[in-house]
């Protein structure tokens, strides 16, 4: 369903450039979504770009941009995309919080949406363009309605598509919502939040290429019926962008097939395919692996050095160096890798490590293994090892973010680490890249719909994965060590979560399901395909390919054998630790929650926050203050915290007459003794009401730094209150001062 209507206008000349007729038209499609239109428009914004379009639903806006560079890189051997999304606080009307007052290092978000933009594009690029392409999305105008990610997605492919940049699409990109058990296409912001369901889906016409989904434990079926429903709005923006861009008659540029070099090919067969197949065989070692591949290579570089001067089929090597020629065999050796291991599995239906398509490797689990942590979990799968470890805190403790998303904070943290020595390497410790950021979000969101609601368990959790190990399926196996440690924490999570990464092996109509793939199967493979849940559903999805796109009997099948082997996962993370425990650690805060009026807030904090710091001094006690009143109060010692919240009760309760008091005697003076009775408010016992007979001084009845019982009186309208010792009984005495 889309209507397109070219608008062409000349726009006026601005300096003597001479332009082409072309660039002086504005064309512009719109793209219906179940009743919501879509319009992008090109040839008004950024025109010396290769491809520009603006995108647009309801109020939100996005420039996005496809540039290439002239000439290829020759200094690697892989295809240098680079997706971006630029967040500009202009969108919103805001100017940004920072020191400097202007857009620095880019938020989570805004990360998480360029890898969208990136994963479904990638493979649809020819083999062996190695051009600098660079994929722009700008933020130009946020409605805080419509989610832009989605946009950013469909506006890259409509981008490339207008460009003359080699690219096998277009493809479309759409969201999909679960409300009332009714699919919804690009929900709104506050659909989301009633939504079951947050899916989102990039394909061409008949595949899919990438899937990206949280959810609140539903089906396999539920999600498969929403694939399908997202593959008829895909066919039709599809569709659209092929009409869009045959106005353009723009020529792609083309790409002459790299040859093989026969002799060469023959010789790195002969010389490495020995080492190659050991390294296949029941190896469940990383590093015996590689021990066989790098033997497999020093073979090859042996073989080429000895034969280049002999072979006229290899004369085009004389000249390299021993690093270039190590290098091409590195990469010939990895090209044979790939062809016997795709083989052996699609014949034999044998792994490198020895397993079957549908088994998992060794898993272990261990919980509360480091005593001053709140909840630690220690998974390991195979040679793959994660240990989560799992930080309590207050509200104050939350996240605040500062971003055109409508979302402000996060009271559920999880960070994701994967150092060098996890693989054997040498690697500088950085910032979280995008990689770290990618697999923490995920893991993250696979927990979220578990977790116990803020009235009923109201702390801040942090989750901090670290790799120890990797070998495949790092970011599931992080998933598996948040629920460990944080039921070894005492969070009361709604049910466990375990997760598994599925791997495919396609040739032609051919093709098999691989159940916990490792680092070999993810790097060789087509498909990384991450499913994580309960017994009673999915929780969330994550689903990238290196091929043409997969169908949905190919996902249906990747499915049920995700279940069946989560389900597995579950009950070997159940023997470690089958339900969470029943107490906090003692070195975790014990949180004790009160709700006040708003207008006693300022009474808590007190001027220029004196109160609440002096509270905080005398008791050790956090306390953290919300805007609707209420009151966090934390500690790990439970006596402190009570403390605390006692001195907070007193600044907010209201003084009632007639009501009997325990005071502190502050002062003396001639007239009587002045008494407080709550924090901050004191009162005064007149000379006449310190005893039921006539007192010649004050002090032959109390002294300063006295604990003594009194009645109000009364309360005048300036808020003075007086308070009397006479007839309060024995009995009222005895309660008041035990308090």
Known sequence: MSSVKNIEKKEEEKDTRQTSSKSKEVRETVVNVTGKDITIQTGKLAKQANG?????????????????????????????????????????????????????KPPDKSTLTARLMDRPLRPLFPENYYNDVQVVATALSIDQVNPPDVLAMLGASFALSISDIPFNGPIGAVRVGLIHNKFIANPTFEELEKSDLDLIVAGTSDSIMMVEAGANLVTEDVILNALAFAQTIIKQQVESQKQFASQYGLKKVELVPAKADK???????????????????????????????????????????????????????????????????????????????????????????????????TITCEVGILE???????????????????????????QKLDSIDPQTERKYIHHYNFPGYSVGEVKPSRTPGRREIGHGALAERALSPVLPDKEHFPYTIRVVSEVLESNGSTSMASTCGSTLCLMDAGVPIKAPIAGIAMGLIKEGDKFAILTDIQGLEDFLGDMDFKVTGSK??????????????????????ALEQAKIGRLYILEKMLEAIPKPRTELSKWAPRILTMKVDMSDIGTIIGPGGKMIRRITEETGAKIDIEEDGTVLIASPDNDKAYKAKKWVQGLVEKIQPGAVYSGKVLRTAQIGAFVEILPNKEGMVHISQLQDKRTERVEDVVKVGDIIAVRVREVDERGRISLTMRGITKEEQDKVLAQ
């Open 263 to 361: 002799a060469l090919v023959e010789l790195v067969e002969k010389n490495a395919k020995d080492s190659l197949l050991k390294s296949m065989d029941n190896v469940k070692d990383k590093n015996v692996h590689k021990k066989f591949i790098k033997e497999a290579i020093e073979k090859v570089v042996s073989a080429i050095e000895e034969q280049k001067e002999k072979s006229k089929f290899l004369t085009d090597l004389k000249d390299k160096s021993q690093d270039e020629i190590k290098k091409i065999a590195k990469s010939q050796v990895n090209i044979l890798e790939e062809k016997l291991m795709r083989k052996k599995i699609l014949e034999e239906g044998v792994r490198a490590d020895g397993r079957k398509c549908n088994e998992i490797r």
């Open 372 to 398: 001053r942590v709140h909840g630690t979990g220690l998974f390991t799968r195979g040679t793959t090892q994660v240990l989560s470890s799992c930080t309590l805190g207050t509200s104050g403790d939350a």
């Open 536 to 557: 009673k559903g999915v929780s969330a999805l994550q689903m990238d390919i290196k091929i043409g796109g997969i169908t949905l009997e190919i996902m249906k099948i």
């Open 52 to 104: 520009s379009v603006t995108i647009r639903c309801g109020d939100t806006v996005l420039l996005v941009t496809a540039v290439k560079s002239d000439e290829p890189r020759k200094d690697i051997d892989f295809f240098p995309l680079l997706c971006d999304f630029e967040e500009r606080f202009t969108s919103v009307g805001r100017i940004p919080g920072s020191f400097n007052r202007r857009e620095n």
